[in-house]
């Protein structure tokens, strides 16, 4: 058994047998009663013959009574009180000793025994035995126990020695369990008997598979399933959550399938989520254990629960060989939590982070090889069996290329699936298809202790005629002998990187390279692709390093008030209690300065020593004020937040201060709990009493030893901004649930020249009604107008000549299944129209043409429907969802203001929320923007924790825009956020075609609002709204009022959020650069009008006509430029 996600990881027996017919079979009646807390079993056991000896012996909880129901066979206690190890994955963390006592029992046969021999016990007792807390708690802790029966559930392993054990012999079972009505049990393979009854529940669980030991879960269970391929997905919730549910089946089945391309066939038939009554992170053969909270952290779903699933290869059908050391841990982390990272783009990220745990926590006194590993036992070890092994398979990789550690792993497992394997095993699998001999490899990495430290120096380039000599030198700097690497070193260029590998044998190695061009920048392993110890400079400075000391100091504000020093002293007895540490806790006042020698928190912001965090914060543009406090772009005020703050130590910066400072005392239990799991992070910041965090970062390292840019003899050096590094692709991708191949089909007909840019009252108008309109009613979506159809339709003026046309809004929905929450509703909305032949607002000389409208907001409209196809027909949202296309948003929002005065079936007023969808198409490499994020205090964290899920990076923008139809919500006191991939120069254009369209970004955006979608349907209380609502709609107007006419060609930075307007782009034919602007600058006053944001930039350019020459004022590294404008027609 496997147990991890927040908490320390636990051990495997070691077991060495072969399984070819050779497994003890126990065929077992159970009944369970929570009440008493008992257990009551008969056990049919049949031992093979080649397992038969004399004076057989077995093993049993000593709290059990057992007696033989089979004639001719007796059994004997030999002794009480034996003391043996756990079986499964936790006996180096549980000490059985402190619990209970295991008897030793012989078996006597009357007769000869011939063959197999099959005979018969009952076994009863009691089995609650109590939660304990283990682990240490400066770092992380968490609790277990090895056996309980409650009335909140019950828990039976191998650790509770309740199936009698034959000392290491593998088995395999059936188990026939009957409990109380609306009770449910869970173990090891398949289910293939379950039935109420007589009011009670009997279900059996046949494993014939080789396994270790046997589970027992039972609680009163809600049960949800699906099939994926051969194989059953279950969730075991126990609390009613058909949503949540929902979201691990769909995701089991991904990861299923990912996983079965990746490395064969799963070996089971079922894989549950399995709801525990305490906080566990338990992975067994065929399901996991996860606690209620940990189930429902949103980031779980892609991190820690395929790392369970993953398990179910490595560890519990391929087990261990622990005598050889435990491979498992660091190959399943590389597998699920290393391949997540480098599927969205954050590999080198993850690898610096597993290197940085490794040179914080790890030091000669408890470093040791992998050979020698068995669990995780604390930061220190986890470095090692986890960071150290999963670098180790990095590397592996590395030497043999993608295909060829694909089939070595796909061979290895073949191989070895229900047999115990080793690191040997392994590099068998690696020798057969990759004809390499690898002894010595694998003799480096996994029998040697220690990790290299490197350098580079003496970098010089000299011009040969047309070639470049490119020198230097690279040094292992450990005090232990060389390690043999083959180490990456990149060399940029003006417009490529080349990166070369370095066979390194010995302690120093000069390095020659002739290149065409002038290198600019070398690199040594700039992407962490080795196992290595870092140099204080690649990393900054982080909570991981204060964590990883077994030296700190804690100082106390001695000037706080009386109940602020407690609450601080509190905080420090907590972390003080690790007796793995010496940790000092004092009075600032006793210290003159700053101890040379010690990693320090520094508790308060009228610490004596606050001055000196102060002081570092310059360094990386932040600063600690009286009412707030800045961290990099981003401001938090003081009152209600806690702020954590790392800085390197000024006199030795190979130590960290670390500032704690918090206005919530009821906080710091939560700070105390929290914190040791936000070791990469420099900086952190939480809010209110839980506390909840609303923002993390890490700073930039700066000044690498291993980095050195490259100046040529006899020539300038350049300060040209160089290429990025290339990124190695994914060992394997998830399966999207969502088609960009669908999406974009929908772009290509709204924005086919057929529909003629969808204009109000036009024909293409109407063919994109009826397209929307059957995709509603295919993907389940009912009639949602009041008067029972998809339509909410009215007349208004559709051209510049004041003609008036019918124009229709479509409305679909999924109803709510919560009585009390039905009537209230969700928005999901698009609008539909578009400019036709360019009214309104087409920009001058455009008039007449096609604006397809591709990106606007063919591509919203795409992603609506995507996500009403996926959810339409299986979503039971507690309220309920609408889907709405809205019509005329091009001529002044008509359409969603239509919607807000006259919905009466789903009225505004019952509106939890807005999702938006509107430009969506171009997101590219970039982060998706959420306009609007101001309006709800609880959209920051609603969308960190969806881009936690998704890896899809959002950046809120807060400023107050006149976006989208979300404004006509907003005027009411509903919040609504806009989805937008950001501005570009075919906006409004007809070059706005559907070829440009980002399928794989239309991907990103509705897996981000996906993740919205669920969590406001089912949310119990409505969103805090921030906003100012106007006491009544206006009426619509028959156009739009106040209309921009003009232009400075230039493209806004959305997320800037500092005063003025950033140029996020411009064409080199705009005003805006003939007049001598750049990318960059920012705009703080136009003509007589100061601009401080985007909305005074846009009521500024309102006031001017096209032709009118404008004074701007700008920014430009800080410094202010005055320019002339001429402002072209929009």
Known sequence: MFKRILFLFVTISVCTASFAGSTVHHKLSVNVDPVKHSVDAVDQITIPADQVKPNMTFILNGDLTVSSLTPGVTIKLEESGVKVEDLGMDREDLDLSSEFKQNKYSINFVTEIKGDVTFTLKFSGMINYPIKQIGEEYARGFSQTPGIIDEKGAYLGGSTYWVPWFNENWISFELTTTMPKGWSVVSQGKRTFNELKNNEQTSTWNSPDPMEEIYLIAAKFNEYSKSAGAVDVMAFLRTPDETLANKYLETTAQYLEMYRKLIGTYPFTKFALVENFWETGYGMPSFTLLGEQIIRFPFILHSSYPHELLHNYWGNSVYIDFKKGNWCEGLTAYMADHL???????????????????????????????????????????????????????????????????????????????NAASFDDIRASFESVSGKDLKSFFSEWVDKKGAPELSVSNVKCVKKKNEYLLQFTLKQLQKEDAFALDVPVAISFAKNVVVEKVAMTGKEQNCAFTFKENPRLVQVDPQFNLFRKLNYNEIPPSLSKIFGAEDLLI?????????????????????????????????????????????????????????????????????????????????????????????????????????????????????ARKLPHYGKYSYLVFEGDEPANIGKGEWSSVNSPLTAKVITHGEKSSSDVLPELPRRKALAMLTPVFSSERMLKTVQYLAGDELAGRAPGSTGMNSAIDFIVEKFKSAGLLPGADDGTYFQSWEEVVDANGKKASVKNIIGIIPGTNPDLKDESVVICAHYDHLGLGWPGANKGNEGKIHPGADDNASGVSVMLE???????????QRSVIFVAFASEESGLRGSKYYVQNMKRF????????????????????????????????????????????????????????????????????????FFSGANADYHKPSDTPDKIDGAGLIKVAAIAQEALLYLADRKEPLSFQGQAVSEVKKLQAAPAGERRVSTGSVPDFTFSGEGVKIADLSPDSPAAKAGLQKGDVIVKLGQFKVTN????????????PGNIVDVLFLRDGKEINAKLELMAK
């Open 340 to 418: 997540i990272a480098e599927q969205r783009g954050q590999a080198d990220e993850y690898r610096r982070t597993t290197l940085q745990k490794y040179t914080d926590y790890v030091n000669p006194s408890n470093d040791f090889p992998l050979n020698k590993f068995i669990s995780r036992t604390n930061p220190s070890s986890e470095a090692v069996g986890y960071g150290k092994n999963s670098m180790f398979w990095n590397m592996l990789r590395e030497s043999v290329g993608d295909e060829l550690f694909v089939k070595g792993f796909q061979k290895f497992y073949r191989d070895n699936k229900f």
């Open 555 to 671: 100082l106390l504000p001695s000037r706080a008030a009386k109940e602020k020093l407690e609450s601080y002293r509190a905080l420090a007895k907590i972390w003080s209690e690790d007796k793995t540490k010496k940790i000092e806790v004092s009075l600032d006042s006793k210290y003159d300065k700053l101890p040379v020698n010690k990693n320090i928190w520094i508790f308060g912001a009228d610490n004596k020593f606050t001055g000196v965090i102060k002081n570092s914060l310059k360094d990386y543009n932040s600063e600690i004020k009286n009412d707030a406090v800045t961290l990099g772009k981003t401001s938090f005020p003081v009152a209600n937040n806690s702020f954590i703050v790392s800085v390197r130590h000024p006199n030795n910066p190979d130590n960290v201060l670390v500032y704690l400072s918090t206005e919530n005392n009821e906080a710091v239990p939560g700070l």
């Open 867 to 877: 996500l009403a196809e996926l959810l339409g027909k299986n979503l039971k949202p």
């Open 907 to 978: 009225p505004a007023k019952k509106v939890i929320g807005v999702l938006n969808f509107d430009t969506v198409g171009r997101l590219g490499n970039g982060k998706l923007l959420v306009l609007g994020a101001a309006t709800a205090r609880e959209w920051r964290f609603i969308f960190m924790g969806a881009s936690y899920v998704t890896g899809v990076e959002t950046e809120m923008v807060t400023q107050e825009l006149d976006a989208s139809d979300q404004k006509s919500f907003l005027e009411v006191g509903v919040p609504g956020v806009q």
């Open 1094 to 1105: 985007l909305r005074e930039y846009s009521d500024a350019l309102k006031s001017f006509q």
